[in-house]
């Protein structure tokens, strides 16, 4: 009997050619079988990394090199030092997933073309209990939540949901690994943004040069690396994903001037 071949697998394991990179994970074929390591220890020798089996490769994708716990597998930041022999393509396919949680269906919905998605407004309706209020969240509010939390920043997945006059990630954004429908991540930012909108509200004198200076600190720090806010608990004002709601919100007040000083400053 000839043994059934994933046609999602067999497909994925074609575009690896002489080697490729899914996310931040560097795949290439051995003689018998397939190497994965991380993109930036490519050039290490192999005596330099940890040996690991497939079912480690669930542990690492687990927690930032800090021992923190990532709640988005697709995040920047996988850790390093560890080399993955496999014997399979079969073993090729439990090994990515455990990596990245459904990421060869993903990929081979998105390369064949026309690929299921789930818009943003869809998705909100769909949603009962403690998530209903995202229904409600206005349009430009939505866009840059949304904006926010599939920030390159904080995610590797190429967006192509889209939200009313929000178009999908760009192609050379971020990966080839797709995103379909908005996450448990983006759900819970947006109930935390329609939250926000409905606290009541201060009123704070602040010139426009000095917005500008909030927007460029916030946008550093940003850049600088976590603040030490657990990233699944929006409810922490230290979350880096409520940061850069609070980042795109500023910089949608900023006068066209400012702005624009605040783009060069970036350059
Ligand atoms: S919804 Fe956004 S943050 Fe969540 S997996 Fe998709 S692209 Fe990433």
Redesign the pocket.
């Known amino acids: 009997m000839v043994p059934f071949l994933n046609p999602a697998l067999k497909a994925f394991s074609e575009s690896i050619g002489a080697g490729r990179v899914l996310v931040e994970v560097w795949i290439r074929p051995l003689a018998s079988g397939f190497e994965l390591r991380h993109r930036d220890d490519v050039d290490r020798p192999v005596e330099s990394l940890e040996s690991v089996f497939t079912g480690d490769l669930r542990r690492i994708s687990r927690t930032t090199p800090a021992g923190s716990f990532r709640p ?1 597998k ?1 995040a920047p930041g996988l850790q390093r030092g560890w080399n993955c022999r496999i014997q399979s393509l079969a073993e090729l396919g439990i090994a990515i997933d455990h990596l990245y949680p459904g990421g060869i269906p993903d990929w081979y919905a998105a390369w064949q073309g026309n690929p299921p998605v789930t818009g943003f407004r869809e998705f909100a309706a769909r949603q009962t209990g403690l998530y209903r209020i995202t229904t409600l969240l206005p349009g430009p509010l939505a866009n840059r939540t949304i904006r926010a ?2 920030s390159a920043r ?2 590797l ?1 190429r ?1 192509l949901w889209t939200a009313p006059d929000l178009e999908p990630d760009g192609a050379a954004e971020k990966s080839d690994l797709p ?1 379909l429908e ?2 448990a ?2 759900l819970d930012l947006a109930r935390r943004a329609m939250k926000l909108a409905q606290e009541e509200k201060i009123t704070l004198p602040l010139a426009a040069g000095d917005l500008a200076v909030l927007v460029t600190a916030l946008d550093r720090a940003l850049d600088a690396g976590p603040a030490g806010g657990r990233e699944g608990n929006t409810s922490d004002p230290a979350n880096p994903r409520r940061l850069q709601l609070l980042l795109e919100n500023l910089r949608g007040q900023l006068p066209t001037d400012a702005a624009n000083t605040e783009e060069a400053t970036k350059q």
């Open positions: 988005n697709a939390c599939c904080f995610c997945r967006r995103c908005p996450c991540l983006l």
